[in-house]
């Protein structure tokens, strides 16, 4: 009985830090005759936008899911375009149900 228990938490703690991997997100432009033209449609700001909110953008949006790795890598993975630059973008805090759970806010408004 204990070795199922600890199984079961050994593989809830494990669920718990893979879904904890925060990915970055990159915008990348092509510096073509001067100017930089995007990769793709430019989203709205992605500053006002939440982590989830720019997961669920659709992929002609000038927006790079980064894993592993960095903006630059991302740049030189690209080619034909040229010189090729991108830029971190960092979002919008997404606070999760749990964040929710733990930080509200009460009022003593009776």
């Known amino acids: 009985m204990k070795k199922l228990l600890f199984i079961a938490l050994t593989a809830l703690v494990l669920v718990g830090f893979t879904s904890c991997h925060k990915h970055r997100y990159c915008q990348c432009y092509a510096y073509v005759n001067g100017e930089d033209i995007p990769l793709g449609e430019d989203p709205p700001d992605l500053t006002q936008l939440t982590a ?7 992929a002609s949006y000038n927006v790079y899911i980064i894993e592993s790795g960095t903006c630059n890598d991302k740049a030189k993975e690209i080619v034909g375009w040229g010189q090729v630059t991108c830029r971190e973008v ?8 749990l964040t929710e759970l733990f930080n509200k ?6």
């Open 52 to 58: 989830s909110a720019i997961d669920s953008l659709d």
């Open 90 to 97: 960092s979002p919008k805090y997404d606070s999760s149900w």
């Open 105 to 110: 806010k009460t009022s003593n408004k009776h």
